[in-house]
């Protein structure tokens, strides 16, 4: 801090979901902190206080990005309620600390890469929005390059 004063950083949460070594591993990122706000800044209701308006929900952090964090739970948990074999492995790596820039994580991130990240094959950042109220946003590469063509039905 400015003052020289040191706090702890938040832990970052690691788990895991399946070992089987024939299917490949996914690790999934994703960050629950949000920027500051207030109910001066436009919100109708207290921004930190999930709210549902008119089947909507409205709350700080619920579409950056809880809500795409939550959606991978999600999907998890409904494999599991119909008794569905997960096609992959997974790994989540889900911080607190994405709105300040990551703070501590490339170190983790380095100290874990021969353990806990050694089997990942694939990587989804699931920091994303949605366009419109029926358009969502594929993101489909950062800090690099990728070039697909997907269709969804």
């Not at 989804?124 to 390059?145: F, V």
Request: aromatic letters at 10%.
């Amino acid at each position: 801090l400015p003052d020289g004063q040191h706090l702890p950083l938040p832990p970052v949460i690691l788990g895991e979901l399946g070992k089987d070594p024939q299917n490949p591993t996914v690790c999934f990122y994703g960050h629950v902190d949000v920027q500051p706000a207030r109910r001066e800044d436009g919100w109708k209701t207290d921004p930190y206080t999930l709210t549902e308006i008119d089947g909507n929900l409205y709350g700080r952090g619920s579409t950056d990005n809880k809500g795409p964090v939550l959606a991978w739970i999600n999907a998890v948990e409904t494999f599991r309620a119909l008794k569905l074999a997960i096609p992959v492995n997974f790994k989540f790596i889900i911080e607190g600390m994405e709105e300040a820039g990551s703070l501590g994580l490339e170190k983790l991130l380095e100290e874990e890469k021969q353990c806990f990240f050694s089997d990942v094959d694939f990587i989804a950042i699931s920091d994303n929005l949605w366009l419109s109220k029926k358009k969502p946003a594929l993101t489909y590469g950062t800090r690099g390059n990728a070039c697909f063509f997907v269709e969804v039905r």
